[in-house]
């Protein structure tokens, strides 16, 4: 486990704490750290903490009511198989907000939580980096 000061932490605002646990623990691979439900609760995926701060929350209230709401910003999740995630993710019926977009350094896809956070599944472009140590 990473130690608490590795972690990069993010908070996201939710208005169901433990459906924010079960979405990102069931469908994205999370593990849940703490919790003090129904007001907050972290989960943890290698050195992201996610900070679910839901309305009763100390976080909740600091926040501005014109910065409260989902923007563009998101987390970046890399997977290994986009394809086989968004077929995952889709039999479960999770709602995506993007299209499948392909660019030089990959591919990517727009998920949302259950309060509409921007979740973004990325997968690397395969790059030939030429022979490295070790490796032919």
Do not use: C, K, W
Request: net charge negative; proline share 7%; no cysteine.
């Amino acid at each position: 486990m990473t130690a608490p000061d590795q972690y990069a932490s993010v908070r996201y605002l939710v208005d169901d704490v433990q459906a924010a646990i079960d979405f990102y623990t069931t469908h994205l691979g999370f593990t849940l750290n703490t919790s003090a439900a129904p007001a907050f609760a972290d989960v943890v995926r290698g050195p992201l903490r996610l900070l679910l701060s839901g309305p009763a929350s100390s976080g909740a209230r600091a926040t501005p009511d014109d910065a409260a709401t989902a923007g563009r910003n998101r987390i970046h999740l890399v997977v290994e198989d986009l394809d086989a995630e968004i077929a995952r993710l889709r039999g479960a019926s999770l709602p995506f907000r993007s299209e499948l977009v392909t660019g030089p350094g990959g591919r990517q896809i727009l998920l949302a939580d259950p309060d509409g956070n921007l979740i973004e599944l990325f997968q690397p472009a395969h790059r030939s980096s030429g022979t490295q140590a070790g490796h032919p």
